[in-house]
């Protein structure tokens, strides 16, 4: 349900959807008042005037308070006023078939993203057991050139190796980060703290040894992170550790609807 959680949220949220249903109210109501002109229309107007002077009295004729009431009746405007309805009502389709179109696109880019966060957690995993392994290997081939059963040759090719697990997973770190970042857009869950947060740490980042209060961090495993329920009420924030594994982080809550304004 984690999915559909988000598109869910996406649909409500989302800036440039709400955007488009205020352009489709404004195309009916313009439909609205374009056949509004066919209808008839009263007016009223109160007209006051006074004369003084020297020989002005209360009872001068030339004074007093005029009330005229103006009833127009449209009869024919040579075809005008039902060509601006067929005008406002082809916008107001107009507006509704592009309305139709971002919602789909929305729904579209949502899974889309939230498949590849999946995706990130996935490879990051693997990203980290390729540069432990790397390591590894690089600390038995220093090993063994100090014992000369290993050359240098040998040595050049693990750090070799090491380097580029080191440049996949920081690539995957990277990829990860993009992924939840466009996830939160696509929901209208990105704000200036979630941009802050990217910009001042580098990347999202979590230990095990750091406290609750600095990080939303658990030991939740990748299956449990794939299966977790839709309950949890916060988007995690980013912390300041430089180590990104995806056992040590969070499960992807959905994150809490904002108000309308």
């Known amino acids: 349900q984690q999915p559909q959680a988000w ?3 996406a649909l409500q949220s989302n800036p440039a ?15 609205g008042a374009a ?17 003084s002077g020297a020989g002005a009295s209360s009872f001068d004729p030339r004074g007093g308070t005029q009330l005229a009431l103006r009833l ?5 405007a040579g075809g005008a006023t039902q060509s ?15 309305l139709e179109g971002t919602r789909r696109a929305l729904v579209r880019e949502t899974q889309a993203q939230y498949l590849a966060v999946i995706s990130g957690m996935a490879l990051m995993d693997s ?12 600390a038995s081939t220093r090993a063994g050139q100090g014992l000369g059963t290993r050359t240098m040759t040998d040595l050049l090719l693990a750090i070799q190796t090491q380097t580029s697990a080191q440049n996949a997973h920081d690539q995957a770190r ?29 990347l999202p980042a979590c230990r095990t040894n750091q406290p609750p209060s600095r990080t939303p961090c658990t030991t939740a495993s990748l299956t449990a992170a794939r299966s977790v329920r839709v ?20 499960p992807i809550p959905l994150p809490p609807a904002r108000a309308k304004p």
């Open 7 to 9: 598109v869910a949220q």
């Open 17 to 31: 959807l709400r955007a488009q249903a205020l352009v489709l109210d404004a195309g009916e109501q313009r439909v």
């Open 35 to 51: 056949r509004a002109t066919h209808w008839p229309t009263l007016s009223a107007g109160v007209d006051s005037a006074r004369s």
């Open 72 to 76: 127009t009746v449209p009869l024919f």
């Open 84 to 98: 601006q309805v067929r005008q406002a009502s082809h916008q107001r389709d107009i507006a509704r078939e592009e």
């Open 127 to 138: 990203t980290r057991a390729a540069v432990a392994a790397a390591n590894q290997a690089l």
């Open 174 to 202: 990277h990829g990860y980060v993009l992924a939840r970042l466009l996830l939160q857009q696509a929901a209208g869950a990105l704000g200036e703290a979630e941009l802050a947060a990217v910009t001042s740490a580098g």
């Open 231 to 250: 309950s949890t009420p916060h988007s995690p924030r980013w912390s300041d550790a430089s180590e990104v594994t995806a056992a040590t982080w969070a």
